[in-house]
């Protein structure tokens, strides 16, 4: 009886293990998120300096005011924000942008995968 029960124990601990999300358990990759971006960013933004396209630079975006890259023309609803472009605020709005500033012309559906969006994040981070 002991047995099964140490047995079942052990069981429903591994199953438990085994449904946790694998992004907890790693550190953001700038490397991969420098792939990411320029497989799925760079379309619309650059990670140069000054270098606006359809979409802002993204270059010094952590840390900086939204909608505030000189040179872009924002929507009304990005300036208006009052964003600061921190971590957990790209997070947010990378996981889907027009839920988290309603109103954005940014016409990308999100990234729903937090853990490609910490990589992401922590390449952006890398721009300054």
């Known amino acids: 009886m002991r047995i099964r029960l140490a047995l079942g124990t052990i069981l429903a601990l591994s199953f438990t293990v085994a449904a946790l999300p694998l992004h907890s358990a790693r550190a ?51 300036e208006k924000s009052g964003l600061t472009w921190d971590e957990a605020t790209l997070d947010r709005y990378l996981q889907r942008p027009s839920k988290a500033v309603p109103g954005t012309k940014m016409s990308f559906a999100g990234m729903p995968n937090a853990s490609q969006r910490a990589d992401v994040i922590a390449f952006l981070a890398t721009l300054h």
Request: proline residues 2%; glycine residues 14%.
């Open 28 to 78: 953001a990759d700038a490397a991969a998120g420098k792939r990411l971006f320029h497989q799925r960013c760079s379309i619309c933004h650059s990670d140069e300096k000054g270098e606006n396209k359809i979409g802002p630079s993204l270059f010094g975006v952590v840390g900086r005011k939204a909608g505030t890259e000189a040179g872009y023309h924002y929507s009304a609803a990005n």
